[in-house]
């Protein structure tokens, strides 16, 4: 089976655009949970979609969202990017049905934020 | 948010030795994951735990769910210089539904001397 993964790899915005991260699961999975990870602060939550819903939410500001397909791929976006926003994103899978069970992760995108 | 304790947070050692890191936490999880992750890629899951007391092992590495279920300890034994990374502590809480999520430590970086 082919593993999670994630485009692009790496990105380079500025302050005040929008970037948009694309997932695609392990085949199978159906739900999607997206990690925020930074050097000072380990692996922040984001939220989580199972079935194209967003069944589970961190304290992130309203300008990070995002979405799943019915094919379970799965973008996130982040609108008004800050430089705080510099960070690995990281994508992961699971294939039951409870939230947040045993995940596998993509490679990652690394974002920065000039 | 919450996030486990663990420790240590680096650890520099020589080739062949034992390792040893753990999390612990103020409150009782169900299940205990250890993830590695190395440099740009996502964390790989390494071992599950889902009972008190359980211990397991993966090769070289042995993972123990606490009798208490407030911590979980990691060993690597014999170590060599394909285990650098950080070795990420999670845990899954009780309760029922979709709204758990996962706790994570921030990490254990092991840096081994050939």
């Known amino acids: 089976k082919a593993g999670v993964t994630q485009t692009p790899r790496y990105l380079i915005k500025t302050r005040g655009q929008q970037v948009t991260l694309s997932c695609s699961p392990i085949?199978?999975?159906?739900?999607v949970s997206w990690y925020q990870q930074t050097p000072g602060q380990g692996l922040q939550f984001l939220f989580e979609y199972f079935s194209e819903t967003q069944r589970n939410k961190g304290n992130f500001p309203g300008r990070f969202s995002g979405r799943q397909f019915s094919n379970s791929r799965s973008e996130m976006n982040v609108s008004t990017l800050e430089l705080g926003d510099s960070a690995l994103y990281l994508c992961?899978?699971?294939?039951?049905?409870?939230?947040?069970?045993?995940?596998?992760f993509g490679p990652g995108t690394r974002l920065l934020v000039l | 948010g919450q996030q486990l304790n663990q420790s240590p947070q680096s650890m520099f050692i020589q080739e062949g030795e034992d390792v040893s890191m753990n999390c612990t936490s103020s409150?009782?999880?169900?299940?205990w994951l250890w993830y590695k992750q190395e440099p740009g890629e996502g964390p790989v899951l390494l071992i599950a735990l889902y009972k008190a007391g359980e211990l397991t092992s993966n090769g070289r590495l042995t993972a123990q769910f606490g009798i208490t279920r407030k911590d979980s300890f990691l060993n690597i034994s014999a170590s060599i210089p394909s285990d650098v990374g950080i070795y990420f502590c999670?845990?899954?809480?009780?309760?029922?539904?979709?709204?758990?999520?996962?706790?994570w430590g921030l990490g254990t970086s092991l840096a081994v001397n050939p």
């Open positions: 409150s009782i999880f169900n299940t």
């Open positions: 992961a899978s699971s294939g039951t049905r409870e939230s947040q069970e045993t995940q596998y």
């Open positions: 999670a845990g899954i809480p009780p309760g029922a539904g979709n709204n758990r999520k996962l706790i």
């Open positions: 085949s199978g999975h159906r739900s």
